[in-house]
């Protein structure tokens, strides 16, 4: 996705802070701003499972972590 994000957030580089640029733009693409600022962890997981695999939802059938992982890791 770095093609599409280079231009679109002006990135130079695939630094540590330009991958957490994209990991913040991809979470307010999935609406899972507000949720997670209201605390519901839960459906911002739920919102942004389509795009990382290592969140439970998704279809990439590469294992994931469960709910209960990701909240204990928060």
Same mark, same amino acid.
């Given at each position: =996705?770095? @093609?599409?994000?280079?231009? @679109? %957030?002006?990135?130079?580089?695939?630094?540590? %802070?330009? @991958?957490?640029?994209?990991?913040? @733009? &991809? +979470?307010?693409?999935?609406? $899972?701003?507000?949720?997670? %600022?209201?605390?519901?962890?839960?459906?911002?997981?739920?919102?942004?499972?389509? +795009?990382?695999?290592?969140?439970?939802?998704?279809?990439?059938? &590469?294992?994931?972590?469960?709910? $209960?992982?990701? %909240?204990?890791? =928060?």
């Amino acid at each position: =996705y770095f @093609q599409v994000y280079e231009k @679109q %957030l002006g990135l130079s580089d695939f630094s540590p %802070l330009a @991958q957490d640029k994209i990991a913040l @733009q &991809q +979470i307010k693409e999935c609406r $899972a701003i507000q949720p997670i %600022l209201d605390g519901n962890l839960e459906f911002a997981i739920k919102a942004c499972s389509n +795009i990382w695999a290592s969140f439970p939802g998704n279809s990439y059938g &590469q294992g994931g972590k469960s709910l $209960a992982t990701l %909240l204990a890791k =928060y």
